[in-house]
Nanobody, 121 residues
Framework: QVQLVGSGGGLVQSGGSLNLSCTAS????????MGWYRQEPGLQRPLATI??????RYADSVKGRFTISRDNAKNTVYLRMNSLKPEDTSTYYC????????????????WGQGTLVTVSS
């Protein structure tokens, strides 16, 4: 079995920063595309994604403020959030397109449990 465990949310003032992290547990061989989402009305799309080789993409709403990174050796993805705004308040979820274990089993569309970020004005 595999899990994504996120952490790092909390309360911050407008203009402040927070770091989120999310680690995959289990005997991991490889993880494909990883990303961060947040709860928003309507169609859900990623805030930021990062490929296994480090290619990143960002939603326009967070471009220049958020930075996604990953440590493949630690099976962990990070999200550095700067210049936070009240409208960034949400529950943030990490996601992996696929996770392959050392026994060859592959898990698709794996989600973390969510971590709450609250930005006060």
């Amino acid at each position: 079995q595999v899990q994504l465990v996120g952490s790092g949310g909390g309360l911050v003032q407008s203009g402040g920063s927070l770091n989120l992290s999310c680690t995959a547990s289990g005997s991991i061989r490889s993880i494909d595309l990883m990303g961060w989402y947040r709860q928003e009305p309507g169609l859900q799309r990623p805030l930021a994604t990062i490929s296994h080789t480090g290619v990143t993409r960002y939603a326009d709403s967070v471009k220049g403020r958020f930075t996604i990174s990953r440590d493949n050796a630690k099976n962990t993805v990070y999200l550095r959030m700067n210049s936070l705004k009240p409208e960034d308040t949400s529950t943030y979820y990490c996601h992996a397109d696929s996770i392959t274990l050392t026994n060859g089993r592959e898990y698709l569309e794996v989600w973390g449990q969510g971590t709450l970020v609250t930005v006060s004005s």
